[in-house]
């Protein structure tokens, strides 16, 4: 998922540039999720994921991240996704107490 995540590349007028795609992210937050969820939601995910697995379906992270962090900063570019990624409503990305 994230082997093309990032990616060096030369634009219609020659200058090259990075770009970075959304999969960076979910990469991101499947890596460090493992080392900051607690037990129950790491269950849950586990859970979710193995039902994925015998349904076919695609597999989306369950886990709420609220109880594990207290803040993000991430960059600008990225907040849409991350609320998406994370399930966080309008409310929990202008509070600062997520």
Partial sequence: MSYNSILRKEDNTGITGININKDLLIAAISTIGHHILPME?????????????????SVTHPA????AVEHF???VGVLVELQKSLGFSDV???????
Wanted: with cysteine.
């Fill in 41 to 57: 939601q790491k269950l849950l995910y586990t859970i979710h994921y193995v039902h994925c697995q015998k349904t076919h379906s």
């Fill in 64 to 67: 709420s991240f609220n109880m």
């Fill in 73 to 75: 900063i991430p960059h």
């Fill in 92 to 98: 929990d990305m202008e509070n600062d107490t997520v």
